[in-house]
């Protein structure tokens, strides 16, 4: 059974080659046609993904019918094009098994990839794809170990059976809710670490933000309805862990630029930045507070300098933990 993988970033390029180098058969589409000819003749993503080559049955096409005609379609664009690209196609998707691979929440709706689908496309089988993992590892056949989550159970199962390989390994779940703001919410900490250590402010400070940071996201993840023990899985701490500490990390590098006042590549994928807006809207229709959420908001603002966004986490009153 053939995956169509949409969006030929780095991540969509790392799974359909990690899928097809375990057997599958994968077309992977992008939109711009000229670059996914030239990804098929090289038989690589020179632009995302240097330096990994396509297995034999991966097929990079510019298509959107070809990539779409399997049953299972991996979604890897970034989270404010969700929308948009499910909406502009919503009659060729609109019965597919449709698994998000994208991590944030919508600036427009504050909605997560899965309830983005599954309010445009109702009769859609939605899932979420997420967890820790960089593209060049996945792409390199490195172990990694991603969480499924599908709220139908069957559903899951089958998808967990689809995707799973020796490298991917994938645990299942139907907690969607955690398992959207799991992978949503740790690169807005990522992006508050790497100002942390951007600024000089230590590896300390650092351990104490990540822990609050995680306090965070399981109390408004609680409040929203999801299951603590999801967010203390692979799609929260597990995510949480890799990205608050990788250089690898987009988010905590963009972060690291904020703390030391540096200009950051224009055009990088940074989910965090936006969601940390929209999960600020969506928190206070909750009356929940998100004190680093808010924070690192106003930093990208420049509505706050580090300083006095230190001032103000560390002025906060003294609970217990
Ligand atoms: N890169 C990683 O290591 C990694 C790992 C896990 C999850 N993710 C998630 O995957 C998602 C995609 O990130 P990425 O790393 O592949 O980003 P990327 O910057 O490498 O690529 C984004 C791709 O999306 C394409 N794109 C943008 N808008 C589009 C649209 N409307 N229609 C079709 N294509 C469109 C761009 O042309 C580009 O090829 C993000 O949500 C990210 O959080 C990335
Ligand atoms: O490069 P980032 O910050 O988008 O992180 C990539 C993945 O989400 C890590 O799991």
Known sequence: MSIGVIGAGAFGTSLAISLAAAGRDVVLWGRDAAA?????????????????????????TGDFAEATAPDTLLLSVPMQQLETLLTDNAGTLAQK???????????????GPVSLISRILPQAQAAILT????????????????????????????LQEQLSTRNL?????????????????????????????GAGLGESARAALMT?????????????????????????FGDLTLTCTSTQSRNYRFGQALGRNEEFAAGTTV???????AML?????HGAEMPITRAVTAIIAGELDVGAAMDQLLARPLKEE
């Open 97 to 111: 098994s449709l698994v998000a691979c994208c991590k944030g929440f919508s600036l427009r709706t504050g909605e």
């Open 212 to 236: 609050r940071g995680f306090a965070e996201m399981t109390r408004i993840a609680q409040a929203l309805g999801a299951r603590p023990e999801t967010l203390a899985g692979l799609s929260g």
């Open 281 to 285: 809207g969506v928190a206070e229709r």
């Open 36 to 60: 996914m000819a030239e990804m098929q003749s090289a038989r690589e993503n020179a632009r995302r993904l240097p330096g990994a080559g396509f297995p034999e049955r991966l097929t990079a």
């Open 131 to 158: 967890g820790p993992s960089f593209a060049a590892d996945i792409a390199r056949g490195l172990p990694t170990a991603l969480t499924l989550a599908c709220g139908d159970k069957e559903s899951g199962r089958r």
């Open 169 to 197: 390994r994938l645990y299942r779940t139907t907690d969607v809710t955690g398992a959207e703001l799991g992978g949503g919410l740790k690169n807005v900490i990522a992006i508050a670490s790497g100002v942390v250590i």
């Open 271 to 277: 989910e965090g930045a936006a969601t940390a807006r």
